[in-house]
C-alpha cells in the first residue's frame, strides 16, 4: 500500500489545503473543504492544476500499448470528416477537415463553383487556441454570424462577416456563450420610411458584468433582438427577465418571420418550458415592424412541465411540437399556433415502447406529389429512418414507409439542405448520398474519404432545439434554441439529445443523415 500522499512510482501527489469550511443546506451540512480550486485564478489553484499535469505526464511514459493507441486513433481521425451541408439558395455552406489538420474549416460554395475557404480557424490563429463554436449563415446566405473563443475557455464572441467578401460587418458581441442565433427573413424595416432593411437577429447574451453580483456573471442570461452594424447596448431585450439566473434560453423564428419560439431550462434539468409569440400582433410587417420596438406577447405551449418539448412552425402553419411528455421515448404533435397548449394537441407520431423518437424533419417540396414527414429512431441502440404522411402521421406502407440505410449506424440527425442530394457520413463506411425518386429512396457512395465525427459533449444547455443550436448535449452545440434554424457546428455531426432536440423539422424537399457507424 502507498501513503496517500505518493504515488506508485514514488512521486508525491500535490498538496491540496483543506478548508474547515461547513455549511448548511436546507438543514444539512455540507463539507466543501476544497472550495477555493474553484477558483482559476486562484495561485494555489495554479500550482496545484501545474503538479497535476506534471504527474499526470510522468504516469503516462509508463502506460502499456499507449503507442498503439495513438497510431489506432491517428489512422481513425486521419480518414477526415464532412459535414452536413446547409443550403441557402444555390450556395452551400459546409466544413471539411482533411486527414491531418487539426481543426475542421468552413467552406462556402456557389452552385457548380469551386468550393472556397469561408473560416479557416488556423489561419486565425495558428497557435490552434482558437476553436469555431457555431456558425449560422442568414435566410438569404449573404451574411453568416459565427462564435469563436480561444484558450479552452468557450466563452464564444460573436461576429458577423459578408460571405463574398469575408468583411466583418457587426461585432464583436462578448457574452455570449451557449448563444443560438435565429436570422430575421429580410431583415428590419429601416430607421426612416422608406430605407433599405436592415439585417437583424434574435441571439442569447448575459447581462453585463456591473449589473449583476461578483459571483454570478456567468448567468443572468437573456434573449436580445439585434440590428447587424448596431451597438448591442441598444439591442432590444426579448425575453428572460424574472426567470432564475441560471437559465439558458434558446430562440428561433419560423421560416416566414412570423412565430417566434423561445425555450428556457435552469441548469442541466431535463425538463423545459416553451413559448410561441406571434410577431404579426406588433404591427403588419411580419419580418419585425414594430417588433424592434418592444418585446411580444408570449403565449405558454409547455411551461411548469415535468417534460422536454420543442416547438416549431413548419411552412405549412402547424405548430409541430417534439415531447416527453406521457411520452418516455418521445412523440410528435400537431396543433394551431394560436392554440399551442397540451390540451390542443394531436400526435402525429406516437410513442413507441421500444424505440426512442430522436428527430423529425418535413419534405413538402414540389417535386412530391403529397407531403411527406421523416422521422429518426434509435431501436435497440441502432438508427433509423421512417416514413409517413404529413397530414396524418400514418406510415407509408410497405419499403415505401422505410428508407435503408448504408449500415448499422447512429444517425446523427434527419436534416434538410434543401436540396435533392443528401449525405450520411460515417467512420465506417464511405459518404453516402440519399436520393428521393418515384421509386423509393436509393443511395450511393459519394465520395471515397470515411468521415469520423468527434464524440459529442454537451455544450447546450437545456433549451434548445436549434444548434445553434448545437448543440447542452449535441456535439456543440446544439441548436439550442428553439427551431427552425439548424445550429451547425464546426465540430461535430454526431447524435444531439438537447432537451429539444427533436424540434428540428424543417420544410425543404429532400433530406440528409448524418451518421457515425459503430
Known amino acids: ?161 459578408d460571405v463574398v467578401t469575408g468583411e466583418l460587418v457587426d461585432g464583436p458581441i462578448d457574452r455570449a456563450r451557449y448563444s443560438p442565433v435565429s436570422w430575421v427573413p429580410g431583415g428590419l424595416p429601416g430607421e426612416s420610411p422608406g430605407s433599405a432593411r436592415v439585417p437583424a437577429y434574435y441571439y442569447v447574451r448575459r447581462l453585463a458584468p456591473e449589473l449583476v453580483p461578483a459571483d454570478e456573471q456567468q448567468y443572468h442570461r437573456r434573449i436580445w433582438l439585434h440590428r447587424v452594424g448596431a451597438d448591442p447596448a441598444t439591442d432590444v431585450e426579448i425575453f428572460g427577465e424574472g426567470h432564475d439566473p441560471r ?43 414594430s417588433a424592434d420596438r418592444a418585446a411580444p406577447a408570449f403565449r405558454p405551449v409547455a411551461t411548469g412541465l415535468d417534460a422536454q418539448t420543442g416547438a416549431y412552425v413548419g411552412r405549412d402553419g402547424r405548430l409541430y411540437i417534439v415531447t416527453d411528455l406521457a411520452a ?57 429512418i421512417t416514413v409517413h404522411d404529413l397530414d396524418s402521421g400514418a406510415q407509408l406502407p410497405g419499403e415505401r414507409g422505410r428508407i435503408e440505410l448504408p449500415g448499422i449506424g447512429s444517425v446523427g440527425r434527419v436534416a434538410l439542405p434543401g436540396r435533392r442530394v443528401a449525405t450520411r457520413p460515417g467512420s465506417a463506411t464511405p459518404t453516402t448520398s440519399l436520393r428521393r425518386t418515384s421509386s423509393g429512396w436509393t443511395g450511393g457512395p459519394a465520395s471515397t474519404s470515411c468521415s469520423p465525427s468527434r464524440p459529442a459533449r454537451s455544450r447546450c444547455r437545456p433549451s434548445s432545439p436549434g444548434r445553434w443550436s448545437t448543440p447542452r448535449r449535441t456535439g456543440r452545440r446544439c441548436g439550442c434554441s428553439s427551431p427552425p434554424a439548424p445550429t451547425c457546428s464546426a465540430r461535430t455531426t454526431t447524435r444531439s439529445p438537447c432537451p429539444a432536440r427533436p424540434s428540428r423539422g424543417r420544410p425543404f424537399s429532400t433530406a440528409t443523415a448524418v451518421s457515425t457507424c459503430r
Open 1 to 161: 500500500m502507498t501513503s496517500p500522499s505518493r504515488s506508485a512510482t514514488g512521486s508525491r501527489y500535490p498538496v491540496a489545503e483543506r478548508l474547515d469550511l461547513i455549511e448548511d443546506l436546507h438543514g444539512h451540512r455540507v463539507a466543501d473543504p476544497y472550495r477555493w480550486l474553484e477558483d482559476v485564478e486562484d495561485p494555489r489553484t495554479r500550482a496545484w492544476s501545474q503538479a497535476q499535469d506534471e504527474l499526470v505526464a510522468e504516469f503516462a511514459e509508463h502506460w502499456p500499448g499507449r503507442e498503439g493507441i495513438t497510431r489506432r486513433l491517428g489512422e481513425l481521425l486521419g480518414s477526415g470528416v464532412v459535414g452536413v451541408p446547409v443550403w441557402r439558395g444555390e450556395r452551400r455552406f459546409f466544413i471539411r477537415r482533411e486527414g491531418g489538420q487539426e481543426m475542421a474549416v468552413l467552406y462556402v460554395q456557389d452552385g457548380d463553383a469551386e468550393r472556397r475557404v469561408l473560416l479557416d480557424p488556423m489561419v486565425l490563429d495558428p497557435t490552434g487556441l482558437t476553436t469555431l463554436d457555431a456558425w449560422q449563415p442568414d435566410r438569404e446566405g449573404t451574411l453568416l454570424a459565427y462564435q469563436l473563443s480561444a484558450g479552452g475557455t468557450e466563452e464564444s464572441v460573436l461576429r458577423v462577416i
Open 247 to 289: 437559465t439558458y434560453f434558446g430562440v428561433g423564428l419560423s421560416r416566414d418571420g412570423r412565430w417566434l419560439t423561445v425555450s428556457a431550462s435552469v441548469g442541466t434539468a431535463p425538463r423545459n418550458d416553451v413559448w410561441i409569440a406571434d410577431l404579426a400582433e406588433l404591427g403588419t410587417d411580419q419580418a419585425g415592424g
Open 328 to 384: 418516455p421515448r418521445g412523440r410528435l404533435a400537431v396543433t394551431d399556433p394560436s392554440t399551442p397548449q397540451p390540451e390542443h394537441w394531436r400526435d402525429l407520431i406516437a410513442h413507441d415502447p421500444e424505440a426512442v423518437l430522436e428527430d423529425f424533419t418535413i419534405l413538402d417540396g414540389p417535386e412530391l406529389e403529397t407531403p411527406l414527414l421523416l422521422a429518426g429512431w434509435t431501436r435497440h441502440a441502432i438508427s433509423e
